[in-house]
């Protein structure tokens, strides 16, 4: 929309020193121009965006075989096919074995949060190693009482960590991946393992629906019964595909729910208009 503000004539006082004619010119000179506010395309100025990626092996990258960090290089090459994105800076915040405690204390340390401060976003995965717990402490007796039990204490954990995060940088975009069910190669004789995760996504969704700026994104049905193995040979983590598939269900969350706002935003500028 555009916004006209017209210039004042000048004073009485100042007019009243000048001649008739030269009042004449000045008042035709100030009231043909006009300064004119409109919108320009975002990508007239393509932008650099910091990340933060923080949790677990996910994000580590465990099971990529090329060392690059799982599912960010995936992710960097889609973002920076974006028209209104320049450069995307990751900074790899991810632990091997990080349940929400950990990763809950390592938000507290001066070089992540020196980091977090200035990113435009935070993509957080963690829970996978939460539900992993419950099973190894219990595999003698596993009841579901158990994990409802501890996702209670799962779900205080992740509105810590989100708080803190808001804390640290409250105009970031943070967006939490959910868990998936690798288990079943491991315990197999435990049929309530899809309906455990399921839950604890259910449980991740309802604290993100909390959070203005936070997304949760659900990657739980690429891994049911794939065309084909998106597993490592650990049975466990993402292999390159399983990786590449988790970036383009990010990318397709992120240009729908963020980048809108973080990259498009219109750019105001002003001109002079006879």
Known sequence: MKRVFTLLLLSTFFLSSCSQSDRWELHKERTASAVVYEEIPADFVPKEISIISAGDSLTEGVGDSTNTGGYLPYLRTLLEEEKGIKEVDFYNFGVKGNRTPQLLKRLQKDEIQDKLSSADLVILTIGGNDIMKVVKDNISNLQLSVFDKEREEYINNLYQIMNTIIRVNPDAYIVLVGVYNPFSQWFSDIKELDQIVSDYNVASQRVIANYQNAYFVGIEDLFKNPAESLL???????????????????NETLEERTLPDLVKKAYMVSKEEN
Request: aromatic share 10%; charged share 25%; proline share 5%.
């Open 232 to 250: 490592h040979t650990d049975n466990f983590h993402p292999n390159n595909k399983g990786y590449e598939l988790i970036a383009e269900r990010l």
